[in-house]
T-cell receptor, first 112, second 115 residues
């Protein structure tokens, strides 16, 4: 995704609906990806990761999909809850150490 | 505590002053990272330590920024002659090993405001 400075892309969903957050990554050599959740005033929190030899990985209520052909990553959250409201970042690296490149983030707003 | 601890949580300083930001990583984590996050943006890599040595400092914006980790645990990020553009949240993270495919745990950050 492109950088939008102070104006983060925002996704508004109704409580109980499924959410899909998308991310375009930049480096075709990247082989490890993480989705982070960041609540206001807190540091990023790990949600789920995926290696480049996979195209799908599931966790509890979350699924990450990786399409290497178009360098696209998505995070699916099932049955979205108010506690899921936060900014979500995708991060990529080339697997040699934890030097991650973060996207600009998407703000998820869950309406009760 | 069990997580990464950063102090202070907030720091206001005058332009031109020197500041130090501290990070206590998770016990036993050999790898430590500093990131900087400007408002509305994702974190940007600054520097990575493996043990006591800076393995990659390519993200430090200029020579006013310096970081140390003398005993391979606590790290201090030092900023000289602060400028208003240095205002941001400075995040520290640590991981069990430096290799890829391992989760990095972040602290809550230090919000630096230069006035």
């Amino acid at each position: 995704g492109e950088s939008v400075g102070l104006h983060l892309p925002t996704l508004s969903v109704q409580e109980g609906d499924n959410s899909i957050i998308n991310c375009a990554y930049s480096n075709s050599a990247s082989d490890y990806f993480i989705w982070y959740k960041q609540e206001s005033g807190k540091g990023p929190q790990f949600i789920i990761d995926i290696r480049s030899n996979m195209d799908k990985r599931q966790g509890q209520r979350v699924t990450v999909l990786l399409n290497k052909t178009v360098k696209h990553l998505s995070l699916q959250i099932a049955a979205t809850q108010p506690g899921d409201s936060a900014v979500y970042f995708c991060a990529e690296n080339m697997g040699n150490f934890n030097k991650f490149y973060f996207g600009s983030g998407t703000k998820l707003n869950v309406k009760p | 505590g069990a997580g990464v601890s950063q102090t202070p949580s907030n720091k206001v300083t005058e332009k031109g002053k020197y500041v130090e930001l501290r990070c206590d990583p998770i016990s036993g984590h050999t790898a430590l990272y500093w990131y900087r996050q400007s408002l509305g943006q994702g974190p940007e890599f600054l520097i990575y330590f493996q043990g006591t040595g800076a393995a990659d400092d390519s993200g430090l914006p200029n020579d006013r920024f310096f970081a140390v980790r003398p005993e391979g645990s606590v790290s201090t990020l030092k900023i000289q002659r602060t400028e208003r553009g240095d205002s941001a949240v400075y995040l520290c993270a640590s991981s069990l090993s430096p290799g890829g495919f391992t989760e990095a745990f972040f602290g809550q950050g230090t919000r630096l405001t230069v006035v």
